[in-house]
């Protein structure tokens, strides 16, 4: 248990450092959030809890391939902030898109050899 609340602290961390330093500097603040931070920790975790190299190897792979359907969030909230919609509507259509490109992707993925 207390593995779990140390893997959870650190985490938690690392998100309220990015928003602080965000609050301060905008550049520096992206800088640290778009770090793959949450990747790193998880492999981390993962080989920790596992020691499997082909387990770490595929989670690894398969993050690649789920950064792709991610991207076009990042794009869609500025561009609606921009236009004047309101933060939560942006966000929300930003995390729409982005669910329906993963579910995409999950039915894509295995159509071209990708083991997601």
Not at 13 to 18: D, F, H, K, N, T
Not at 64 to 90: D, H, V
Request: overall charge positive; proline content about 5%; aromatic content about 12%.
């Amino acid at each position: 248990m207390s593995y779990l609340l140390l893997k959870a602290a650190i985490s938690g961390i690392l998100i309220a450092l990015a928003s602080e330093v965000a609050k301060r500097y905008a550049g520096f603040g992206a800088l640290i959030a778009s770090l793959p931070l949450v990747s790193v920790l998880g492999m981390i975790w993962l080989w920790r809890d596992t020691q499997d190299p082909l387990r770490l190897a595929n989670h690894a792979q398969g993050t690649l391939w789920f950064l792709a359907p991610s991207i076009p969030m990042f794009l869609t909230i500025p561009a609606m902030l921009r236009a004047g919609f309101g933060f939560w509507t942006s966000l929300i259509a930003g995390c729409a898109l982005t669910i329906l490109l993963y579910l995409a992707m999950i039915w894509l993925g295995p159509r071209f050899g990708l083991k997601l």
